[in-house]
């Protein structure tokens, strides 16, 4: 993607911060510990926080966490459903923390919205020796039946370059990690993958997928055909015409170390 349409996409959410706080998902338990294990103590930095999907599993797990977001209306809607939270306004170009105040840095779904030429000095500069660095993407399991219909009908707008495992392993088969950190370096990136799941019905499912950036800069004509054919998709199928279901999904995590 280029860099404009890379920094339009970015900047896409803040105009659907409510509809991300209500319906996108948390990060599977065995993703956060997985993420976080080697971390050197409990102070974690949320990088590209949102609204506090994954702050509140960090918080949830015992974590002291300080939550990092660079859009004013994502950062507000974090703020209240997460008061007792440290929430600053900040980028992963520009974090607003000291030298080595954090033992882990984790990113939910942001970190290939960062510049990492820029990014990966600053995330070394506030994360501790040997502390970790990981980045969380929850994908589609497109090994069911339903869910790969679904991906078919929407298209590159709803399923992106990392929201199906297979997509997400070449996609970070050589991305998303720092190759340098200044005087700091990273360590080779571990990867895993962890069952996870939703529970939706339809209309809340097309509401979960029009919170996705490739949806979001439609223009709205196109947008409402868009999830007019998902309606369309999720009513043929006699898993997810009806009621609740859930919806299969695989917590990814790319995680390494500074030395």
Known sequence: ??????????????????????????????????????????????????????????VAAGAQV???????????????????????????????LP?????????????????????????????????????LWNTLDDGVDWVAALAAAGGDAVIGPRDTPARWRAATATAHLPKHGGPARFGEAARSGFPHGQLRTAETLVATLATRAGVLVLPPAEREALLARLRDCLAAHPATAEGEFTLPMVTCVLRTRRS
């Open 1 to 58: 993607m280029e860099q404009h349409e890379q920094q339009r996409h970015a900047s896409s959410f803040g105009s659907a911060a409510v509809a991300y706080a209500e319906h996108r998902p948390d990060y599977a338990p065995a993703a956060l510990a997985w993420a976080l294990e080697g971390s050197p103590g409990p102070r974690v930095l949320d990088l590209g926080a949102g609204t506090g999907k994954l702050t509140a599993g960090l």
């Open 99 to 135: 030298d080595g105040s954090v033992d882990a840095v984790l990113a939910g779904n942001a970190l290939h919205w960062f510049d990492l030429d820029t990014a990966g000095p600053e995330i070394a500069r506030v994360l501790a020796p040997g502390g970790v660095l990981a980045g």
């Open 66 to 96: 300080t939550a990092v977001e660079p859009d004013p209306e994502m950062l507000a809607e974090l703020r209240r459903t997460l008061p007792g939270v440290r929430a600053l306004a900040g980028s992963a170009e520009e974090i607003p």
